[in-house]
């Protein structure tokens, strides 16, 4: 199947520091990519919807200037955590589709563990 | 009450055992379902999508009720490796808009 790789696996930070999560689609082009967060016992929850080259699309409640998503490619996203704080400890996964439609299956990255000091 | 909702298990069973899980969904405009296997501390994976016709992968068999917005797992012949959180998924607006349940755990005992 497709693989979708995600850079960090892990980050711990002091509060207050802006922390940037990559993913990948490594053998297709993925053009929409979704980021998702989950926390300790809880289902993913959707945060946002990138299409390469526009702006993400976010869900509600999210806030767009402190998660700053970039899709410049049709093979990387970028999601950074700015002004981290602790209560953004979180499981940060995103997902990549391989139709312009916005395919019915999603590819999951393997996730990033931030913990925010 | 939420888009999607699982049952919330947790599920414990034998070796063996056939273990059925259940998924409603809310919002009748939704396109394709899905079932998702998460591991714990790892990313979902994809283990079935669910046509309305039912359909059935070796142990594993997913139906779909559009009329009762209704999904269902069933697993036969229960294994070890079977244990891990399922993940009911919703989709539509063409897929761009996924909804997850919260999930439901399995644990499967020797």
């Known amino acids: 199947g497709a693989v979708v790789s995600q850079h960090p696996s892990w980050v711990i930070c002091k509060s207050g520091t802006s922390v940037k999560i990559e993913c990948r689609s490594l053998?297709?082009?993925?053009?929409?990519m979704f980021w998702y967060r989950q926390f300790p016992k809880q289902s993913l929850m959707l945060m946002a919807t990138?299409?390469?080259?526009?702006?993400?699309?976010?869900e509600q409640g999210v806030e767009k200037d402190k998660f700053l998503i970039n899709h410049a490619s049709l093979t990387l996203s970028t999601l950074t955590v700015t002004s981290a704080h602790p209560e953004d400890s979180s499981f940060y996964i995103c997902s990549a589709t391989s139709s312009g439609t916005g395919a019915e299956t999603q590819y999951f990255g393997p996730g990033t563990r931030l913990l925010v000091l | 009450r939420k888009e999607v909702e699982q049952d919330p298990g947790p599920f414990n069973v034998p070796e063996g055992a056939t273990v059925a899980f259940n998924c409603t969904y809310s919002?009748?405009?939704?396109?394709?379902f899905f079932w998702y296997r998460q591991d714990c501390r790892k990313e979902p994976k994809l283990l079935m999508s669910?046509?309305?016709s039912g359909n059935e992968d070796g142990r594993f068999t997913a139906q779909l009720n559009r009329a009762s917005q209704y999904i269902s797992l069933l697993i036969r012949d229960s294994k070890l490796s079977d244990s891990a959180t399922y993940l009911c998924v919703v989709t539509y607006t063409g897929g761009f808009k996924t909804i997850f349940g919260a999930g439901t755990r399995l644990f499967v005992k020797a």
């Open positions: 990138s299409n390469e080259g526009s702006k993400a699309t976010y």
């Open positions: 053998d297709f082009q993925a053009t929409t």
């Open positions: 669910v046509y309305s």
């Open positions: 919002n009748s405009a939704s396109q394709s």
